[in-house]
């Protein structure tokens, strides 16, 4: 009836035999444990358990942390059975709190302790099944996760690109994932099995950033012991990934400009040039057509560079994305827990979408980070998010929320569309002037020339 046997491990006293009987009824198969040796299950196992962990048991009552390793086992579902004059034991309240589903104070019928155990079941179960659900491969892109249609259009852009050796430029906010999405068009392309090298080019001091570039002779400047490979030729045959290129000087501009067009490098202090051969990838946050109009960045450059353009989606468009997002982050990171999480309380799901995300993808992996460890319940609270005062939205007015939907909406078909006004406005259904008018008064601006652009469709 109930199809293939369950396994249950019980933890202290023997079980009565009229328990035993009604857990075989319902399909499950007991296996008797030791707290000082976890079952195989709890260690990294892939098939669901439940547990029943007896804290009437005298030594368990006197000593609960000879518990914590077989409780801690992230796969089993524990319920804890309790005589009432422990329930008010700190202790015993602990070890409930932080690792057991469900807990049954005793006496109590079999039933209701075998219905617990099919509580606790299911929930480890669900989670099983939501970590393994193949629709999830929708959601990914390599190491990137997301589902929404910013996102979807994103992968395909990505495959798109990948199948050329056109120069890429990716703008967005810090903290996106630009590099996310250039690992995984390099992953995708003929250079795969190549090296991809990647250098920050607001990272680097500009008195240095030539060397690290270009490389330099042994003897070209005091220091220079031996030839050094600079960041180019070391990207030899594969993708060589310009991290922040508008913060790159424009000293140094000039050389990467001589380099994109005649495909050779010079070494500092060298007389020869060397052919380099290498798919150019770069990214930045900076407002582009801002920094040519203002003279900080080259135009010529940019257009070599700006062949095909992708665009990073900010996380607060991402809807249902932020709460997916955290959810991994979670699994991800779960270890680093003192004990074993739910998930998101109510609050932090609300605080998770109520919250701008000005340092995007970045600033949400460290908040979840930071919840794991200094969470003290069973659950994470906007409060371990630092998200308290964003747990319930502030009242608006009826124009604050038209204001609030627009801007989205107008940001979203901004997205999906590469920028097109008037591809964005015809979805809105307003006119390209009407649609103008409204990024001017939201503070939206949009690129007036645009480079060759990737569809997401």
Same mark, same amino acid.
């Given at each position: 009836?109930?199809?293939?046997?369950?396994?249950?491990?019980?933890?202290?006293?023997?079980?009565?035999?009229?328990?035993?009987?009604?857990?075989?009824?319902?399909?499950?198969?007991?296996?008797?444990?030791?707290?000082?040796?976890?079952?195989?299950?709890?260690?990294?196992?892939?098939?669901?358990?439940?547990?029943?962990?007896?804290?009437?048991?005298?030594?368990?009552?006197?000593?609960?942390?000879?518990?914590?390793?077989?409780?801690?086992?992230?796969?089993?579902?524990?319920?804890?059975?309790?005589?009432?004059?422990?329930?008010?034991?700190?202790?015993?309240?602990?070890?409930?709190?932080?690792?057991?589903?469900?807990?049954?104070?005793?006496?109590?019928?079999?039933?209701?302790?075998?219905?617990?155990?099919?509580?606790?079941?299911?929930?480890?179960?669900?989670?099983?099944?939501?970590?393994?659900?193949?629709?999830?491969?929708?959601?990914?892109?390599?190491?990137?996760?997301?589902?929404?249609?910013?996102?979807?259009?994103?992968?395909?852009?990505?495959?798109?690109?990948?199948?050329?050796?056109?120069?890429?430029?990716?703008?967005?906010?810090?903290?996106?994932?630009?590099?996310?999405?250039?690992?995984?068009?390099?992953?995708?392309?003929?250079?795969?099995?190549?090296?991809?090298?990647?250098?920050?080019?607001?990272?680097?001091?500009?008195?240095?950033?030539?060397?690290?570039?270009?490389?330099?002779?042994?003897?070209?400047?005091?220091?220079?012991?031996?030839?050094?490979? @600079? !960041?180019?030729? /070391?990207?030899?045959?594969?993708? =060589?990934?310009?991290?922040? $290129?508008?913060?790159? &000087? +424009?000293?140094?501009?000039?050389?990467?400009?001589?380099?994109?067009?005649?495909?050779?490098?010079?070494?500092?202090?060298?007389?020869?040039?060397?052919?380099?051969?290498?798919?150019?990838?770069?990214?930045?946050?900076?407002?582009?057509?801002?920094?040519?109009?203002? @003279? !900080?960045?080259? /135009?010529?450059?940019?257009?070599? =560079?700006?062949?095909?353009? $992708?665009?990073?989606? &900010? +996380?607060?468009?991402?809807?249902?994305?932020?709460?997916?997002?955290?959810?991994?982050?979670?699994?991800?990171?779960?270890?680093?827990?003192?004990?074993?999480?739910?998930?998101?309380?109510?609050?932090?799901?609300?605080?998770?979408?109520?919250?701008?995300?000005?340092?995007?993808?970045?600033?949400?992996?460290?908040?979840?980070?930071?919840?794991?460890?200094?969470?003290?319940?069973?659950?994470?609270?906007?409060?371990?998010?630092?998200?308290?005062?964003?747990?319930?939205?502030?009242?608006?007015?009826?124009?604050?929320?038209?204001?609030?939907?627009?801007?989205?909406?107008?940001?979203?078909?901004?997205?999906?569309?590469?920028?097109?006004?008037?591809?964005?406005?015809?979805?809105?259904?307003?006119?390209?002037?009407?649609?103008?008018?409204?990024?001017?008064?939201?503070?939206?601006?949009?690129?007036?020339?645009?480079?060759?652009?990737?569809?997401?469709?």
């Amino acid at each position: 009836m109930y199809g293939e046997p369950r396994t249950l491990y019980f933890a202290g006293r023997v079980a009565s035999e009229d328990l035993s009987e009604r857990l075989h009824a319902r399909g499950w198969s007991i296996e008797h444990v030791d707290p000082a040796k976890p079952p195989k299950a709890g260690k990294g196992g892939k098939r669901a358990a439940a547990g029943i962990v007896d804290l009437t048991s005298r030594g368990f009552a006197k000593e609960p942390g000879a518990l914590l390793e077989l409780l801690a086992a992230y796969q089993i579902g524990w319920v804890a059975t309790v005589d009432a004059e422990h329930v008010d034991n700190p202790d015993i309240c602990r070890l409930i709190r932080d690792f057991c589903f469900d807990y049954v104070t005793l006496p109590s019928g079999a039933d209701r302790i075998v219905d617990a155990v099919g509580h606790a079941y299911g929930m480890i179960a669900l989670h099983d099944t939501a970590s393994n659900d193949p629709q999830k491969a929708d959601c990914r892109e390599g190491a990137m996760v997301g589902s929404c249609d910013a996102m979807q259009a994103l992968y395909r852009s990505i495959r798109k690109v990948a199948m050329t050796d056109a120069p890429v430029f990716i703008s967005g906010e810090s903290g996106t994932g630009k590099e996310l999405t250039a690992v995984a068009i390099h992953e995708r392309s003929v250079r795969r099995e190549q090296p991809f090298v990647a250098i920050n080019c607001g990272a680097i001091p500009p008195h240095l950033l030539q060397s690290e570039l270009f490389g330099y002779e042994r003897g070209a400047f005091t220091g220079a012991n031996q030839r050094k490979i @600079g !960041r180019v030729e /070391a990207a030899n045959g594969g993708t =060589l990934f310009l991290d922040e $290129i508008g913060d790159l &000087p +424009l000293e140094s501009q000039a050389s990467l400009l001589r380099f994109l067009q005649e495909r050779k490098i010079e070494r500092l202090g060298g007389q020869t040039s060397t052919e380099v051969d290498v798919r150019i990838i770069s990214a930045t946050h900076v407002d582009m057509q801002t920094a040519m109009i203002e @003279g !900080r960045f080259r /135009a010529d450059l940019y257009h070599r =560079l700006c062949v095909l353009q $992708i665009d990073e989606p &900010p +996380l607060r468009v991402r809807g249902k994305d932020i709460e997916l997002l955290a959810n991994h982050m979670l699994e991800r990171f779960r270890k680093d827990a003192s004990r074993r999480l739910r998930g998101f309380s109510p609050c932090a799901i609300a605080a998770l979408h109520n919250y701008g995300w000005p340092g995007n993808v970045r600033e949400l992996i460290n908040r979840v980070r930071r919840a794991i460890v200094m969470s003290e319940g069973r659950q994470i609270l906007a409060s371990d998010l630092e998200l308290g005062e964003y747990a319930e939205a502030a009242p608006m007015t009826l124009a604050q929320a038209r204001e609030q939907a627009e801007r989205q909406a107008i940001e979203v078909a901004l997205l999906r569309h590469r920028g097109r006004l008037g591809e964005a406005a015809d979805e809105l259904g307003i006119s390209r002037v009407t649609l103008y008018r409204m990024l001017t008064a939201y503070g939206l601006r949009t690129k007036a020339d645009r480079p060759l652009e990737v569809s997401g469709g």
